[in-house]
């Protein structure tokens, strides 16, 4: 047998782990690996190559990002923008087909795709409509697949993101300021949430709960000022946005057309990190002269800086945890593929690895209403401003 493999979309610590984990499996079953070349843009343009001699990739799993490169190609970028529902899904159907005859002339038995879920969303449609011998591996550090508990490369992120926010506290206690961090995360506040806590930081903002500027930053800081605390670290999603109501009221260097009309990726992914919300809180802090005055009055310095830490949370080798996650994980996709067991993605569920199907793989896992680690940011914040 020859099974493909590729990886797609942003990169991501334990990439190399899958890889290493599918070439372990299916060589030592006597089988062949063919490596793909960025993504979709590759399996389109024939780039391959041969990863049959595992002395090649020895410890390929301590050694983060993606050895095949990647790429965020949409190969449905077109068909994509017809507005008739029942055109649309004819012409993405049509490409997926010519997808489909692409393993032939790949000359592959079948094809695992290790992305999120964009790139595995590409994969669950040549299935869908060309029966193709495809499996996925769920990826992205924003851990936001459903059907598995968390996605390889989140707590390497996790990690990074809370050590850079640790650091960040140390010149924010010297200098009595005010840091806005913005932490990746397009639809899905778990980054943030994990992180901002663990790093401790003061104020947590989500994309799952729109915030209210007045009620959830200024009002916070006043009364962290009242009680004596003299730095602050804001964690914010790039997908955090302030409520309707708080975007009218409160916001002067924004407008709510500026967010509705942010340019898209090739999925069709509005490209928040170009709207830049931290940088956003810092000037409408900057301009509130009623809390400039509210901190003078406490003897407090008002020095508000901005912090995105975008690429450096994929930066990096995998922690310990994703090694072993994505190890697990490349085993069992090349199991799947050596039984010849097609249109499924491998999870984590608790501490097993299992199966589902790959269409409902793709959907949106985000953090829900009533979660305790919602309850845990909010009682953990709450007591740092508490009076005796």
Not at 170 to 185: E, Y
Not at 197 to 211: H, M, R, T, V, Y
Request: proline residues 3%; contains cysteine.
């Amino acid at each position: 047998m020859k099974i493909g493999v590729l990886t797609g979309g942003g990169d991501c610590p334990g990439l190399n782990s899958v890889l290493y984990g599918i070439l372990l499996k299916v060589i030592s079953a006597g089988h062949s690996v063919i490596g793909i070349e960025k993504g979709w843009k590759g399996f389109l343009e024939n780039k391959t190559k041969n990863m049959s001699n595992i002395n090649e990739f020895d410890d390929l799993h301590t050694i983060g990002g993606t050895l095949l490169y990647t790429s965020r190609t949409n190969p449905y970028k077109n068909a994509k923008k017809i507005k008739n529902q029942k055109e649309r899904e004819e012409a993405i159907k049509k490409v997926a087909l010519e997808m489909t005859k692409q393993l032939n002339v790949l000359d592959l038995d079948s094809l695992i795709a290790i992305g999120g879920d964009d790139t595995l969303a590409v994969a669950a449609a040549m299935h869908k409509f060309g029966n193709a011998n495809v499996i996925g591996v769920p990826k992205t550090i924003d851990n936001d697949l459903s059907h598995t508990d968390y996605t390889f490369g989140f707590w390497s992120a996790v990690q990074l993101a809370s050590n850079t926010m640790d650091n960040i506290t140390t010149t924010a206690r010297s200098h009595q300021r005010i840091f806005v961090v913005q932490v990746m995360g397009r639809d899905a506040g778990w980054l943030t949430l994990f992180s901002g806590i663990s790093a401790g930081a003061d104020i947590i903002l989500i994309p799952e709960q729109p915030f209210d500027f007045e009620k959830d930053i200024v009002e916070v800081l006043k009364e962290r000022v009242s009680v004596n605390r003299k730095y602050h670290i804001i964690a914010c999603s790039e997908g955090a946005v302030p409520t309707k109501e708080s975007l009218e009221r409160d916001f002067k260097t924004v407008i709510p057309e500026i967010i509705e009309n942010l340019p898209k990726d090739d999925f069709g992914n509005p490209l928040l990190a170009k709207l830049n919300m931290s940088k956003i809180i810092v000037k409408e802090l900057g301009l509130r002269t009623d809390l400039k005055n509210y901190f003078t009055q406490y003897g407090a310095e008002f020095d508000i800086r901005d912090v995105v830490l975008g690429h450096t949370m994929r930066a990096g080798t995998p922690s310990s945890f994703d090694r072993i996650l994505g190890l697990r994980l490349g085993i069992h996709a090349a199991n799947l593929a050596l039984k010849e067991q097609y249109g499924k993605m491998v999870c984590l569920r608790g501490e097993k690895i299992d199966t589902a199907p790959l269409i409902e793989g793709t959907q949106k896992k985000l953090v829900p209403d009533g979660s305790d680690i919602l309850e845990l940011r909010d009682l953990i914040i709450q007591v740092k401003y508490k009076r005796d």
